[in-house]
């Protein structure tokens, strides 16, 4: 290790580390004349952070101005970098985004008893050891602004498909409805269930996330508002605490990894995947998310996932056909069969234990928050995927 020279006294040698000049008691620490230099300066880590954290609030600023640009950004800049992200952590067969997490508190713990016993001494010690983590915070939100943050400004998923744009109503809420029902009548009979009344997936994650990789092949091919590429759904350890968050899927940003809750019945895990990997592909607002994610399971192969599309999709539609007219939702509840209406049934009673905790009311609070700064509605815009819905059925003729 490289030591500093200092002015010398009769008391002191003539050399001392920064380690040692901590330990010396504070009588003795009045003989020195200062401590390293190095000590002292912002670390050049922490300045090209800050210079990179500037450029991208340049870009953000002008992406909440310009949907155009913000489309152009989100497409091709932020499509590089989400892409990049992904292969990089494809190779890690565990969420690395998880381990991170993980790892934050006690890494934090470890850096602030540092800083305080060796880069305290002089306020310009402690603002170069506070400005690395505030250099780590710049960087995520460099990385957000470089792969996720402007896909929220772009223009809408409704313009990009060319919805038609109508009014919700009572009627073409239970039309869309009743066409749900159809089709989840339809696929239950190639299902099996088991004797928890629960739907059975068929094949292995590792095999679900191949189909839906080909099912987003499928969608890109007639659809070039986003596009495909291959990638690692990575499941959850710590599963069981993210169900008291109510979290069933997160794409982190960071380290472009779409991570999914594995302890939820299997009917809920296809779409949720398809629905992070909607957002790993630069669809940001989480109705289009939820769009994106029927879109593409309703061009799979497999019945099973589109089966799970379906019902998920008609547990949206029907809350808001309850909320507008609660006997026509009676009606067409009347018309579910009877293994799909026992798992929803299970589902309620699955979900019976994580259903007040305090977790998910901070989590809930604190995502609803992130959601209104990106200029969406909140939390109820996981919601406003009913009106894609049936938007979407009244492009295709289904609903009047």
């Known amino acids: 290790m490289k030591k500093h020279k200092q002015i010398q006294t009769e008391e002191t040698p003539d050399y001392i580390t920064a380690k040692e000049f901590c330990e010396l008691p504070p009588d003795e620490q009045k003989n020195w004349q200062g401590v390293p230099a190095r000590y002292e300066r912002v670390p050049l880590f922490s300045k090209i952070a800050f210079a990179i954290a500037g450029i991208c609030l340049i870009f953000y600023v002008i992406a909440i ?9 989100n497409f091709y800049i932020g499509g590089a970098f989400r892409f990049i992200a992904a292969k990089l952590t494809n190779i890690f067969p565990f969420s690395l985004a998880e381990f991170f997490l993980i790892s934050v508190i006690p890494l934090a713990v470890c850096y602030i008893i540092f800083a305080m016993r060796h880069r305290s001494q002089t306020w310009k010690m402690v603002i ?29 998923l409704e313009e990009k498909l060319d919805f038609e744009q109508i009014e919700i109503t009572k009627e073409n809420l239970y039309q869309t409805a009743e066409h749900l029902v159809s089709n989840i009548n339809a696929l239950s009979h190639e299902i099996d269930f088991d004797e928890d009344g629960f739907s059975i997936m068929p094949y292995s994650f590792d095999e679900m996330n191949k189909k839906l990789l080909d099912a987003y ?3 890109c091919e ?32 960071f380290t472009g990894e779409s991570n999914i809750n594995i302890s939820f019945p299997d009917y809920t895990t296809p779409y949720t995947a398809a629905h992070e990997l909607a957002h790993q592909r630069g669809i940001a607002r989480e109705d289009e998310a939820n769009m994106i994610a029927f879109l593409v399971c309703m061009e799979s192969d497999d019945a099973y996932i589109r089966y799970c599309a379906y019902v998920n999709m008609y547990e949206y539609v029907a809350n808001a056909l309850y909320r507008t007219d609660a006997d026509l939702y009676f009606k067409v509840r009347g018309k579910l069969n009877m293994q799909t209406r026992t798992e929803q049934a299970a589902y309620s009673e699955f979900f019976e234990k994580y259903q007040d905790s305090g977790a998910s009311k901070v989590s809930s609070a604190v995502n609803d928050t992130y959601l209104k700064v990106q200029g969406t509605e909140g939390e109820i815009s996981y919601d406003l995927v009913v009106e894609l819905t049936v938007a979407y059925y009244k492009t295709q003729g289904i609903v009047e």
Do not use: Q
Request: glycine share 6%.
């Open 65 to 73: 101005i310009s949907p155009s640009f913000a489309d152009f950004f």
């Open 222 to 253: 007639k659809n070039d508002h986003i596009y495909t590429f291959d990638s690692n759904l990575k499941p959850v350890l710590l599963s069981e605490g993210m169900s008291y968050l109510h979290t069933l899927g997160v794409y982190t940003f």
């Open 128 to 156: 170069s050891s506070l400005s690395v983590p505030v250099a780590l915070v710049a960087l995520i939100f460099s990385s957000f602004v470089l792969t996720l943050g402007t896909g929220y400004r772009t223009p809408t």
């Open 217 to 219: 092949d499928k969608y």
